[in-house]
């Protein structure tokens, strides 16, 4: 009985060391593949962030091509009523400039 009982706590200490080796044995492989898991979704998101950057920096250069465009249309019709002006007032100079020859 004595031999019995020593018997089976070895058979027990020796299946609660093998529980304890597949727990961390299990243990590992989940840190494992959480590991690898999570650098899936770290790489996956980074690929998006840098889709949506790019995304977002053509948005913005199609703007600034957009404002660029609209301030130079603007410039060129400001360009056009100067220029008229001058035009006018190029008359009006080359008539005062003729009637002062003409009576001095």
Do not use: C, F, N, P
Request: aromatic share 0%; net charge neutral; no cysteine.
């Amino acid at each position: 009985m004595y031999i019995e009982s020593i018997v089976s706590i070895s058979e027990t200490e020796e299946k609660a060391r093998r529980m304890k080796a597949e727990a961390a044995q299990d243990a590992k492989k989940r840190i494992a593949d959480e590991r690898v898991k999570g650098e899936t979704m770290v790489a996956e998101a980074a690929k998006k962030a840098d889709a949506e950057i790019a995304e977002m920096s053509k948005a913005a250069e199609e703007q600034a091509v957009a404002s660029a465009k609209d301030l130079a249309g603007s410039s060129e019709t400001k360009k056009a009523v100067m220029r008229a002006r001058a035009e006018k007032r190029m008359d009006e100079a080359v008539a005062l400039i003729v009637e002062r020859i003409v009576k001095g």
